[in-house]
């Protein structure tokens, strides 16, 4: 659970048992938000999507599609689930949440019906849970509210991150941050790097979580 909370800068709480508890509860409440938003507005979202280059979305399609064939089946989606909960210290804990999406969201997830994800489809559930977790960092650092992130609430949450990995004595190599430092940049759909919107944000969460893949 440590490199989860400290990557999306999760330290307003003082008992690790309690990040936990507002990090799950605060997910699932943006995951539902996010889904239902998908399943009723499919043209918007899918234009969303249709602005990212596709190139965002190959490192983590690479490390779910476990056999290299042209589809994410069920298993090897929840199989996903579980290694990288595993590698991000969450297995067991209410954010090991593989399974319990594809009981609750696999028919959002596969609208044919094909009991597996072709490419599109898992841009799309990627591009989901991106947006997820950028509302889950502007619940937390979004002071003002207004569904942006300025320059003070950026900084807040990058020192909040550097804070809570030192804490946890975890030191990113000079190849994460150089890739971290190179996402912030790609994530840019304006020419203001000192703020952030939702969807930048989302494209960050992408290329974040991908420079850790790779």
């Known amino acids: 659970m440590k490199l989860a909370s400290a990557l999306l800068g999760l330290s307003n709480f003082a008992a690790a048992d309690a990040t936990e508890t507002w990090l799950v509860n605060t997910w699932?409440?943006?995951?539902?938000?996010?889904?239902?938003?998908?399943?009723?507005?499919?043209?918007e979202f899918s234009a969303a999507v249709a602005t990212v280059d596709q190139s965002f979305f190959t490192p983590a399609w690479n490390f779910c599609n476990e056999n290299g064939d042209d589809v994410i089946s069920v298993d090897e989606f929840t199989s996903c689930g579980k290694r990288i909960a595993a590698y991000m210290g969450t297995s067991g804990s209410g954010f090991d949440n593989g399974a319990a999406i594809?009981?609750?969201?696999?028919?959002?997830?596969d609208p044919d019906h094909s009991d597996s994800l072709s490419w599109d489809e898992w841009r799309y559930t990627q591009a989901a849970f991106a947006a997820v977790d950028s509302l889950v960092v502007l619940e937390a650092f979004d002071a003002d509210e207004n569904g942006m992130m300025d320059s003070a609430e950026l900084r807040t949450w990058r020192m909040t991150m550097q804070k809570m990995l030192a804490e946890y004595g975890m030191q990113p190599n000079a190849q994460h941050v150089a890739a971290m430092t190179a996402a912030w940049a790609k994530s840019q759909t304006d020419e203001d790097p000192f703020s952030a919107s939702m969807m930048e944000l989302a494209r960050f969460t992408i290329l974040m979580w991908n420079s850790f893949l790779q």
Do not use: C, R
Not at 28 to 43: L, P
Not at 103 to 109: D, V
């Open 28 to 43: 699932w409440e943006k995951a539902v938000e996010v889904f239902n938003f998908k399943e009723n507005n499919w043209g």
């Open 102 to 109: 594809v009981a609750k969201y696999w028919y959002i997830l």
